[in-house]
């Protein structure tokens, strides 16, 4: 199973990874993104399982990625890790199509919660 994370950091993509693996999830592909726009073109490329997406980003940011994949047809699994989460932004995201949205700071057991069920196969 493939999963991209995409973040404009490259340190927090390398905590969600390892905080994945902790959860778990070390028996998958992980594969990286530094914004929406480099995101869309590894989706298309590699298609993924499973996007984890910062919602904050330059180019392309979280949510304007998620909703060209669904205008584009594009069902691919998708959740967001970001440090912002207003009653709005989960709203925003769950009307978008995204599964989750994990608060940072977050624990190894946050992501078994909040992927448990996603990642089935």
């Known amino acids: 199973m493939k999963i991209l994370i995409v973040d ?13 693996r902790q959860a ?6 992980y594969l990286e993104a530094c914004d929406g ?5 590894v989706i298309a490329a590699e298609r993924p399982d499973l996007v ?4 904050n980003m330059p180019e392309v940011n ?3 990625l998620l909703q060209r994949l669904r205008e584009a047809g594009d069902e ?3 959740g967001f890790v970001t440090s912002e989460s207003t009653d709005a932004m989960r709203a ?3 009307d978008s199509g995204a599964l989750f949205l994990i ?4 624990t190894a057991e946050t992501f078994a919660q909040a992927l448990s069920g996603v990642l089935v196969g």
């Open 8 to 20: 404009d950091s490259k340190a927090m993509r390398m905590i969600v990874t390892r905080t994945l």
């Open 24 to 29: 778990g999830f070390d028996n998958h592909d």
């Open 37 to 41: 726009a480099e995101a869309l073109a």
């Open 52 to 55: 984890l997406s910062d919602w």
């Open 62 to 64: 979280g949510i304007e």
């Open 76 to 78: 691919v699994r998708f």
């Open 92 to 94: 925003l995201a769950a």
């Open 103 to 106: 608060a940072k700071p977050f």
